[in-house]
């Protein structure tokens, strides 16, 4: 299993620019999530989802958009990139049942950048 | 709403001596409670998990942390550091069904040669 994978790894941006985060995990979990980490605030969850065609907005989900259209995939969009978006993004998936529940699996994290 | 306090931004251990990094928690319902450690540039891993079974928690890595109720804490030791263990530790916790966390400000621990 390759776990959670997320592209790109870099990505600069300017400001008004809109783009796309990519999720995608291989373990067949329910729950997938988006975190963002800034320095000294640890991670904050951005939007959520607890199964195809469901999500939910987290803590800070101004400026985020997201979908669920397959299990295996939750994609993270920026519709119009602000300085304030500059962060590191992490993303999550878990599996409500089983040995490992209550576990959440992070993904490498992709470090963006807007100018 | 739920809530964990990590106290110290920054903790320094000589290698050999005991790393005890501290977590206060705020919940109105029993929690789940998590430790995950994230290594320079890297993504986060497990390193134990609270989940009202034993008090008691052993982790990966020879951690282990205790849940005091009275206290409201959940403290992160390991009674001989390691260079190895240098990195960022975070104090997490979680809603009744997981798909929430909510995460500590985190303690970067540094290990003195």
């Known amino acids: 299993n390759a776990g959670v994978t997320q592209t790109p790894k870099f990505q600069v941006l300017k400001t008004g620019q809109s783009m796309t985060l990519q999720c995608a995990q291989d373990?067949?979990?329910?729950?997938m999530s988006w975190y963002r980490q800034d320095p000294g605030m640890g991670l904050r969850l951005i939007h959520y989802?607890?199964?195809?065609?469901?999500?939910d907005q987290g803590e800070v989900p101004n400026g985020y958009n997201v979908s669920r259209s397959t299990t295996e995939d939750f994609p993270l969009r920026l519709l119009s990139a602000a300085p304030s978006q500059t962060s590191v993004y992490f993303c999550?998936?878990?599996?409500?049942?089983?040995?490992?529940?209550?576990?959440?699996?992070f993904g490498p994290g992709t470090r963006l950048t807007v100018l | 709403a739920q809530s964990v306090t990590q106290l110290g931004s920054h903790v320094s251990v000589s290698e050999g001596a005991l790393v005890l990094l501290r977590c206060n928690y705020s919940?109105?319902?029993?929690?789940?409670l998590f430790w995950y450690v994230q290594y320079p540039n890297q993504g986060l891993q497990l390193l134990l998990k609270?989940?009202?079974?034993?008090?008691l928690v052993k982790g990966i890595n020879g951690f282990e942390a205790e849940f005091k109720k009275s206290e409201t804490s959940f403290h992160l030791t390991k009674p001989s550091a390691h260079m190895s263990d240098a990195a960022e530790y975070f104090c997490?916790?979680?809603?009744?069904?997981?798909?929430?966390?909510?995460f500590g400000t985190g303690t970067r621990l540094t290990i003195i040669p």
């Open positions: 919940s109105s319902v029993p929690p789940y």
């Open positions: 997490v916790i979680s809603n009744f069904g997981n798909e929430k966390l909510t």
């Open positions: 609270y989940t009202s079974a034993a008090t």
């Open positions: 999550a998936s878990l599996s409500p049942t089983g040995s490992n529940s209550n576990e959440q699996f």
């Open positions: 989802s607890v199964g195809a065609g469901i999500t």
């Open positions: 373990m067949n979990h329910e729950y």
